[in-house]
């Protein structure tokens, strides 16, 4: 039998699509990417203007709230020992080039909003504040306390959630919905390395590398800079009209050669679902270069492999599958390429050996690359009977009519930096996919989501 009370969250939910998929456009139309830090606004200007505006919604709706000095905030209803929490975030990442739509402009188009944080992760995050406020309506006596989080550098570094747990309270339990449905139970391990390349070096000098705008994203843009010498120039010239590629171009200026490539920007986590402009230069510089020097190219190029087998860290586990390694950025520092990998790996797998992995690696390469800096997020893991994972997956059943299969990601949430908290679905097939152009958000979906996150946090209430 139907739950009276879940029938009326949805009832109430309904009745406020308009002013929730309004207030969800106006969100999307505040640009906030990471800038350079503002007194109280240590993300940037972009960033304090979206947080300003979350909290006064939540002001607006008599909520109370909580500005953590710009690194993020909440808004809170309710009393009790019990803490349920939903987080959520508004920075997005850079725009990236090949948008139709104007990215910052919410535009509706068949039924669908178009803007950069549609599906990540401003949409999911007010269906999120949504779903407090039809409880808060609907059911203000719970006995809990109800907390939306508002974070301001989920894509760039997690800053935000690191300074709210050394004030806040960790939740009696959580949810961060970003992620897939019905929920993801674990979170691979999250690795930055960078990585020192000395430029090769002969009849073809590297001169100058650049492409990328942040290690998780798959790059769409990269150019190379390149002296040919004299005795080479002809070489060079008929690997030329042999090459293949037509996402890569060449221009000479006397004796220097300019590379270009375009690619497909993809979210770091699944490089296989873009196209990394990187990648394809320095795949075409190994097929141009002269014989004694394609060895070096070969194995610089061998470093963007997005398996890891490049710097020795390929492998998976049977909970996880495969690792990912997303080479994020390429570009020039002194007399080397700066390498700058995002790598998703194993959830059984730890950070500390995983660096050991790539320092051997390195140390077996003629070149002489050298890792000059690491950070590790460790993997989050909750077996499939924890209440959390149960609740949810009853919820999800009730909701769909599918019981779901918890899943596994390569993508990191807040739930890996808050205790007691899952990552749960946000959007369906049709929706656009995160970090990518034209991102989009169906706009029933976004009533949706709302109307199933109610559901779950008034179950984990009970729990």
């Known amino acids: 039998m139907p739950d009276p009370a879940v029938a009326r969250l949805h009832e109430w939910l309904r ?6 998929l309004e207030e969800y456009r106006s969100l999307l139309r505040i640009p906030s990417i990471e800038e350079a830090p503002l007194p109280n606004a240590p993300f940037g200007r972009g960033n304090r203007e979206a947080l300003d505006y979350a909290l006064q919604l939540a002001e607006d709706a008599q909520m109370r709230t909580k500005d953590i000095e710009g690194y993020c905030g909440y808004a809170e209803f309710g009393s009790g020992e019990k803490l349920i929490m939903c987080l959520g975030h508004l920075d997005v990442v850079p725009v990236g080039s090949g948008w139709k739509h104007d990215p910052f402009g919410a535009e509706i188009e068949d039924g669908y909003v178009y803007a950069r944080g549609a599906i990540d992760d401003k949409g999911p995050t ?26 301001c550098n989920e894509e760039s570094g997690f ?8 004030t806040e309270e960790a939740p009696t339990y959580g949810i961060a ?12 391990g999250i690795a930055n390395a960078v990585v020192d390349w000395p430029l090769p070096q002969g009849r073809l000098d590297l001169l100058q590398i650049e492409g990328g705008q942040r290690p998780n994203i798959v790059i769409d843009s990269c150019r190379a800079t390149l002296r040919v010498a004299p005795d080479a120039r002809a070489w060079i010239e008929e690997k030329l009209r042999e090459a293949w590629d037509r996402n890569v171009t060449c221009e000479w200026s006397s004796d220097e050669l300019t590379v270009h ?21 320095l795949r075409f510089l190994k097929e141009i270069a002269p014989l004694d020097q394609e060895q070096a190219y070969k194995t610089l190029f061998e470093a963007g492999h997005i398996g890891g087998a490049g710097i020795g860290i390929a492998g998976s586990d049977d909970v996880s599958d495969d690792l990912t390694c997303n080479l994020g950025i390429v570009e020039t520092a002194g007399t080397c390429a700066r390498l700058t990998f995002n790598i998703r790996y194993p959830v059984t797998w730890n950070g500390g050996t995983l660096r050991d992995r790539i320092v051997a690696r390195l140390a077996r390469i003629p070149a002489g690359p050298s890792l000059v800096s690491f950070s590790d997020s460790p993997p989050l893991y909750f077996p499939i009977d924890h209440p959390l994972v149960q609740t949810i997956l009853d ?18 949430t807040y739930a890996r930096a808050i205790s007691n908290t899952v990552s749960v ?38 729990a």
């Open 395 to 412: 919820v999800h059943e009730a909701e769909t009519g599918a019981r779901g299969v918890p899943g596994v990601m390569g993508g990191g």
């Open 261 to 281: 490539a375009v690619g497909k920007a993809a979210h770091g986590s699944t490089p296989f679902m873009g196209d990394s402009a990187g990648i394809r230069v």
């Open 15 to 20: 009745a406020h699509e308009a002013p929730l």
């Open 177 to 188: 919905p970003d992620s897939g449905w019905p929920l993801y139970h674990g979170e691979k």
């Open 126 to 151: 007010m269906a999120g504040f949504y779903a407090m406020r039809a409880i808060q309506e609907c059911l203000p006596d719970l006995g809990v306390r109800m907390r939306t989080v508002f974070g």
């Open 425 to 462: 679905g946000t959007g369906w097939e049709g929706d656009g996919n995160a970090h990518e152009t034209d991102e989009r958000l169906k706009i029933d979906n976004l009533f949706r989501m709302s109307r199933i996150y109610a559901h779950i946090l008034y179950r984990l209430a009970l």
């Open 159 to 166: 800053q935000c959630v690191e300074r709210y747990v050394q």
